[in-house]
């Protein structure tokens, strides 16, 4: 299952794709979703702001990537509250914004498959 959503597959036949591009290096804007599976037709957007929800999965990953920067700062500073990791907390959540929508985006679709 993790591997299918690193891979951009539909959740109900894991053939189809739910993005355009096929890695979220290919386009730094908003990605570009099918509105359903090219090989299936399972609808992605169930019901108009169904993707509203994915920004709570957005904010814990966020939060993960954050804890992460943090970690790999202890290597490098010696005080563990620096004010730079914030910095550099900034440029990592930034840098990897399209990567975080994308994500959160088709996790919200493997965890809403059901209903
Ligand atoms: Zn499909």
Redesign the pocket.
């Known amino acids: 299952m993790i591997k299918n959503i690193l891979s951009n597959k ?1 959740p ?5 794709k739910i993005y355009k591009q096929k890695n979220f290096l290919e386009n730094w804007h908003k990605p570009q979703m099918h509105k359903s ?6 609808v992605f957007e169930k019901e108009p702001g169904f993707f509203f929800g994915a920004m709570y999965v957005s904010y814990a990953i966020g939060i993960i990537e954050a804890i992460m920067v943090v970690f790999a700062g202890t290597f490098y500073y010696e005080n563990i509250f620096n004010y730079q990791i914030f910095i550099w907390i900034a440029v990592v959540l930034i840098s990897l914004s399209s990567f975080n929508m994308r994500i959160s985006r088709i996790i919200w679709i493997y965890l809403l498959k059901d209903i």
Do not use: E, K
């Open positions: 539909c109900n036949c894991r053939t189809g599976c090219t090989h299936c037709g399972y």
